[in-house]
T-cell receptor, first 113, second 114 residues
Framework: SAVISQKPSRDICQRGTSLTIQCQVD?????MFWYRQQPGQSLTLIAT?????????ESGFVIDKFPISRPNLTFSTLTVSNMSPEDSSIYLC??????????FGSGTRLTVV | DAKTTQPTSMDCAEGRAANLPCNHS???????VYWYRQIHSQGPQYIIH???NNETNEMASLIITEDRKSSTLILPHATLRDTAVYYC???????????????FGKGTLLTVNP
């Protein structure tokens, strides 16, 4: 299966600041996704990162708050903008792997203080 | 994607088989059943998937009922490291657009006890 490197693994940030999370895949993939997992909750899809075009956001998520870049088929970033304590979550990237369905990164644990 | 229903939690003794049920009574003919698990503080890990036939791999077995309205994930010899949240997800088989999305429910917390 594809191998995903996600950085940073964790961070503590001040409210009002922004954090950019990187997702690097060891092979070219068409579909990349960003998920959020709030404390004690299941995973919620934020958006689909499309290479060469704007990301597709799910209901309740907007580009101004979660801008996403996808410059090529192996890399994507998610920025959490103007953070508040409610943004404290684990953020995960995922790719479609033809052999195993979906592969997930290990996640970025974000705490906003 | 169709909704799934799973028990909130289950316990299993180490070395015994863990049988995790999932109801997906509104599943469509073109939807696969996927199982993932999430060990604490890690990303979800793929376990197995199937359409209508039973499937087995090195991790687990998947038993799908003939009417496809429910399935059971079987971990044949559970170990302490199998303690995790197990997610049953259904997804359409065809590729393209929103078909690629995985929608996670709350899953089942399996606790393997020594």
């Amino acid at each position: 299966s594809a191998v995903i490197s996600q950085k940073p693994s964790r961070d503590i940030c001040q409210r009002g600041t922004s954090l950019t999370i990187q997702c690097q895949v060891d092979s070219q993939v068409t579909m990349m996704f960003w998920y959020r997992q709030q404390p004690g909750q299941s995973l919620t899809l934020i958006a689909t990162a499309n290479q060469g075009s704007e990301a597709t956001y799910e209901s309740g998520f907007v580009i101004d708050k979660f801008p996403i870049s996808r410059p090529n088929l192996t890399f994507s970033t998610l920025t959490v903008s103007n953070m508040s304590p409610e943004d404290s979550s684990i953020y995960l990237c995922s790719v479609v792997d033809s052999n195993y369905g979906y592969t997930f990164g290990s996640g970025t644990r974000l705490t906003v203080v | 994607d169709a909704k799934t229903t799973q028990p909130t939690s289950m316990d299993c003794a180490e070395g015994r088989a863990a049988n995790l049920p999932c109801n997906h009574s509104t599943i469509s003919g073109n939807e696969y059943v996927y199982w993932y698990r999430q060990i604490h503080s890690q990303g979800p890990q793929y376990i197995i998937h199937g359409l209508k036939n039973n499937e087995t791999n090195e991790m687990a077995s998947l038993i799908i009922t003939e009417d496809r309205k429910s399935s059971t994930l079987i971990l044949p010899h559970a170990t302490l490291r199998d303690t995790a949240v197990y997610y049953c997800i259904v997804r359409v088989a065809e590729s393209g657009g929103s078909n690629y999305k995985l929608t996670f429910g709350k899953g089942t917390l399996l606790t393997v006890n020594p």
